[in-house]
């Protein structure tokens, strides 16, 4: 199935918003997704200027040429215009995040996936030597152990 979009006048937007044609759940569920969006759109510009993570199995390499960059800065910002737009006219709310929040939630979520490196969890894949069990399960206990550390930091 195509879908055509066709501008809306300014009668039409006015008109729309003078009828209030959306309630608060609509408000609700337009503002979550367009904050995901800035969400992505703030990583983006981070990585546009130079940034890129880097950790012990984990890298990111910013290749990013300056024509892409440029290109990439302009669309973000046409994008945060939108976004903008959408705010003012819907009336949406904004979400601030505060990043010890983020990080104990992020770190508290994460443990379920450390203990998942147990020997048990594991055998799913196939036996596992019982030198290989010792290990794992102790290098197991010591990650969950030392980011729910991380966790206690930020504890609510």
């Keep these: 199935m195509k879908t055509t979009i066709t501008a809306i006048s300014d009668k039409n937007i006015e008109s729309f918003f003078a009828n209030?044609?959306?309630?608060?759940?609509?408000?609700?569920?337009?503002?979550?997704?367009?904050?995901?969006?800035?969400?992505?759109?703030?990583?983006?510009e981070n990585w546009a200027k130079g940034e890129a993570g880097c950790g012990i199995l984990y890298r990111e390499i910013n290749d990013l040429n300056d024509s892409q960059i440029k290109s990439l800065l302009r669309r973000i910002s046409a994008l945060r215009n939108l976004i903008g737009e959408m705010?003012?006219?819907?009336?949406?709310?904004?979400?601030?995040?505060?990043?010890?929040?983020?990080?104990w939630a992020q770190s508290s979520?994460?443990?379920?996936?450390?203990?998942?490196?147990e020997s048990k969890y594991?055998?799913?894949?196939?036996?596992?030597?019982?030198?290989?069990?010792?290990?794992?399960?102790?290098?197991?206990?010591?990650?969950?152990?030392?980011?729910?550390?991380?966790?206690?930091?930020?504890?609510k």
């Design 20 to 44: 209030q044609s959306i309630n608060e759940n609509h408000r609700r569920g337009i503002s979550s997704t367009l904050i995901l969006l800035d969400e992505m759109l703030c990583m983006f």
């Design 87 to 103: 705010r003012d006219r819907l009336s949406l709310s904004d979400k601030t995040i505060q990043l010890s929040g983020k990080i």
């Design 109 to 117: 979520a994460f443990s379920n996936h450390l203990i998942e490196l």
């Design 122 to 155: 594991l055998r799913g894949y196939g036996e596992i030597a019982a030198d290989a069990v010792r290990y794992l399960d102790a290098q197991s206990h010591k990650l969950v152990s030392e980011l729910k550390g991380i966790t206690k930091i930020f504890k």
